[in-house]
């Protein structure tokens, strides 16, 4: 089995910039992408920031030049700066992890709990 837990959310002013990180641990034989969703209320999910073992990298266009995704392979953890926040990124971040527990075995999606990030005056 596998375990996403992700940490940094909080409440921080417009302007503002919080970091989040997502530890991967459990049953790990490789790790593939690594990404970043949010779902806002009432809103579907979207996905935010990708990233691949091989280090590309992806943007949702409201993102670009404010969120920087990274990632460290040795410790299974990937990282989302988020600077210049505005009140829409207001919204649950989740990670998410394309694992494979088996070298014989395809990768399978896993997901974090969620963190709250809340961006308000």
């Known amino acids: 089995q596998v375990q996403l837990v992700e940490s940094g959310g909080g409440l921080v002013q417009p302007g503002g910039s919080l970091r989040l990180s997502c530890a991967a641990s459990?049953?790990?034989?490789?790790?593939?992408?690594m990404d970043w969703y949010r779902q806002a209320p009432g809103k579907q999910r979207e996905l935010v920031a990708a990233?691949?073992?091989?280090?590309?990298?992806y943007y949702e266009d409201s993102v670009k030049g404010r969120f920087t995704i990274s990632r460290d392979n040795a410790k299974n953890t990937v990282y989302l700066q988020m600077n210049s926040l505005k009140p829409e990124d207001t919204a649950v971040y989740y990670c998410?992890?394309?694992?494979?527990?088996?070298?014989?075995?395809?990768?399978?999606?896993?997901w974090g709990q969620g963190t709250q990030v809340t961006v308000s005056s």
């Open positions: 990233s691949t073992r091989g280090g590309s990298t």
């Open positions: 998410n992890a394309e694992v494979r527990t088996r070298p014989s075995l395809s990768q399978d999606d896993y």
């Open positions: 459990g049953r790990i034989y490789l790790i593939n992408g």
